[in-house]
């Protein structure tokens, strides 16, 4: 039987530690993961690489990509451009990966409407007390960027509704095992079983057809 891989979309507030928990379930469950690798117009910090944090380009480069039709999404983050390269989504799913994408919210519901069948997953802090401690030790970021990003928060905790799963990550190791968990056992739903269900639909034909 066929089996696609399922597009999972991760996404929380700034510091929430999104990466972090991506990293895990890379580490721990590698095989059945692909990471979607984003362009994105922001300047890479301290330690990112070309190609493994992001694909970074001038904000021309990245509206000829829009213009080309080749991000499956994209939107416009604090002041930066963010968008999810098409072609290596299509080609891991078709391999029957589970594709991660590490995205904030707009473009998280814009694939919901393309592909219903994206699993989106947001993940919360224990508290905003805590979530402002981890941006400060973070470092990255100035006080007015930890602001705008605090700020677009406000905005975000307005439409969590729209996901199907929202996980408190307190504990790293927990909060990876449990979005391990839940991309295990979304695929025994019968909304992602579509493949499956019209390959029964066939095989039953020709079954019958046969029997004539
Ligand atoms: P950062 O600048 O902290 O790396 O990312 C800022 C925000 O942009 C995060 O919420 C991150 O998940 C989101 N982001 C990263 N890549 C993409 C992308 O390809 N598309 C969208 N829509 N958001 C992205």
């Not at 947001?122 to 970021?141: A, M």
């Not at 695929?187 to 579509?194: I, L, P, T, V």
Request: charged share 30%.
């Amino acid at each position: 039987m066929r089996k696609n891989g399922t597009l999972i979309i991760l996404s929380g507030f700034a510091g929430t530690g999104k990466g972090t928990v991506v990293k895990t379930l890379l580490e721990t469950y590698g095989d059945s993961y692909a990471l979607s690798v984003s362009a994105t117009t922001r300047s890479p910090r301290e330690g990112e690489k070309e190609g493994v944090n992001y694909f970074f380009k001038s904000e021309k480069e990245f509206l000829e990509m829009v213009d080309g039709d080749e991000f499956l999404e994209y939107a416009k983050y604090v002041d930066n451009f963010y968008g999810t390269p098409r072609p290596y989504v299509e080609n891991m799913l078709s391999e029957g990966k589970n594709v991660i994408l590490e995205i904030e919210m707009q473009g998280a519901l814009d694939v919901k409407e393309k592909i219903p069948e994206a699993l989106l997953i947001f993940l919360v802090p224990p508290s905003i007390k805590e979530l402002y401690r981890r941006l400060k030790e973070r470092g990255t970021e100035s006080e007015d960027v930890i602001r705008k990003r605090l700020c677009r928060a406000k905005e975000e905790v307005k439409v969590i509704s729209g996901y199907d799963y929202v996980v408190e990550n307190d504990d790293i190791n927990k909060c990876a095992e449990l979005v391990h968990w839940i991309v295990t056992s979304a695929k025994y739903q019968a909304r992602y079983a579509s493949l499956q269900i019209s390959d029964l639909e066939a095989e039953l034909e020709d079954h019958l057809k046969g029997d004539k």
